[in-house]
């Protein structure tokens, strides 16, 4: 599945009254059914967790958030991550809001509500997308917050994979559509 395929089929289920459907980024080498196991729900940042000051807000507790699902996809009220915000100042995610990291492991599997939130997320990041796949789930909101909420990440307990595609597909369709553009344009 690519781009618009995949775009037709989460407006399909959107429609269709089933689940919503979250994306995240999978490696290759490991079986997708693995994030079912319940020692695989949780979520922590790349690379190792820092604690102390937050570089995210410089410990003012507020951020900028821009939900990267939407600035792809347009506005929806119905998106989980902003209700159709898009852009907007909240509490910063990273510190919850007191300035200091001190929580860097939350409760769920880190996913973005659209498949074009997610790989903007990962182009802006200049992740490597080697070796990696998109993988769709079904699963229900755990209410934690997300380290990186403020780009439209959520945390979910998920139910069931839908389905996988080679990473690579993914990163080139997102290219097509917008992969020059950054959080500053929408």
């Known amino acids: 599945m690519q781009g618009r395929q995949v775009e037709l089929l989460a407006a399909e289920r959107s429609m269709s009254g089933r689940a919503p459907t979250y994306f995240r980024r999978w490696s290759i080498d490991r079986d997708p059914d693995e994030v079912l196991r319940p020692d695989e729900q949780y979520s922590t940042p790349w690379g190792a967790p820092d604690h102390?000051?937050?570089?995210?807000?410089?410990?003012?507790?507020?951020?900028?958030y821009a939900c990267r699902s939407c600035l792809e996809g347009g506005a929806d009220r119905r998106c989980p991550a902003c209700r159709g915000r898009v852009r907007f100042t909240g509490v910063c995610p990273a510190c919850e809001g007191d300035g200091q990291i001190d929580r860097t492991t939350r409760e769920g599997v880190s996913v973005f509500p659209s498949f074009q939130g997610l790989c903007r997320y990962i182009a802006e990041r200049d992740a490597d997308s080697a070796g990696f796949i998109a993988i769709?789930?079904?699963?229900?909101?755990?209410?934690d917050v997300d380290l990186d909420a403020d780009t439209g990440a959520l945390l979910i307990r998920p139910t069931r994979v839908v389905g996988a595609l080679p990473f690579e597909h993914a990163m080139t369709a997102w290219s097509r559509v917008g992969a020059t553009r950054r959080v500053g344009a929408s």
């Open 136 to 143: 769709e789930l079904e699963g229900d909101l755990t209410g």
């Open 52 to 64: 102390g000051p937050c570089d995210k807000c410089q410990g003012a507790g507020a951020t900028a």
